[in-house]
């Protein structure tokens, strides 16, 4: 027979587990759902513990980190608000040879060991999806690896518009060739926009399944309105006429069932607005997901 205490232990996981809503918390979302960006154009200017009770009210899993300033305030925040962190971003700029990348990383590793937490790697400052190099890209990731090796810190690739990792398939290659070392993927809906016309989805998901660990959506506006200059490619996630539905359709059919953020960037006014009406969204998607 279970006594008080192993049940109450139990509820407490279960609620954990859940969205982090607490008591009052929906179903659970088919993907685990967090922030990023939330903060860089918040009118509030909120700080870190702030962002993080304010996310924990909303129902978010949790958030990402942008660059490795205030690391350590951003872990503890989240702890208090029994939030995950799931990423922490890092720039890697090819035109700088001799320090590529904040030689911070060295000391933030041991921080972020133990979290399951992910190293997104944004190459920039280089003509876009030049091949010739990949090399010099490989030689800084083989470094980065080498300083995550013996922790549980995943390397993951983040394709960002007119940046020299550019596209999916840049990050599926440069992958490829990293192997037996793991480096990992994203795909990040709004960069996709800007760069592809949407035809090609589900070949594109299938390449890319071996090598995916997290995705990044938002509410935008189709391809072809994006590159018309008419549309935007980053909106709450209520607004916008790119199908949502169906590309989370087509997620859920390619058999991925990694991480899910919530990309917030650029977005102005007051963020607790617009990520309270994202996440109204999330959990209709969701249960529309759940229902087929």
Known sequence: MLT???????????????TGAGPAAEKPAPFPFFALCMDTHDSRKRNLAEQAGMLRELGYDGMGHLWLDDVAERLRTADG??????QVYLNVLLDSPDQPYDRRLKEVIPLLNGRHIQLAILFKNARPSDESLDPVAMRILHEIAGLTRS?????????????????VEDAIRLARKMQPVDVRTMFNLCHWLAVDD???????????????????INGADTAAEIHA?????????????????????????????????????GITGDAREHLARSMAAWRKLSAALDAR
């Open 198 to 216: 949407e035809k090609d989805l589900a070949p594109l998901l299938t390449a890319a399944k071996p090598y995916l660990a997290a995705i990044t």
């Open 151 to 167: 922790t549980d810190i995943q390397i993951v690739l983040y394709p960002h518009a007119h940046f020299w990792l550019e596209r």
């Open 81 to 86: 608000a029994g939030l995950r962190v799931f």
């Open 4 to 18: 008080k205490s192993v049940c109450r232990a139990i509820l407490g996981g279960i609620v954990l587990l859940g």
């Open 229 to 265: 200059k008419t549309g935007k490619w980053i909106r709450p996630l209520d607004s916008g006429s790119f199908d949502l539905g169906g590309f989370l359709r087509a997620l859920k059919e390619s058999g991925y069932s990694g991480p899910i953020g919530l990309q917030c960037y």
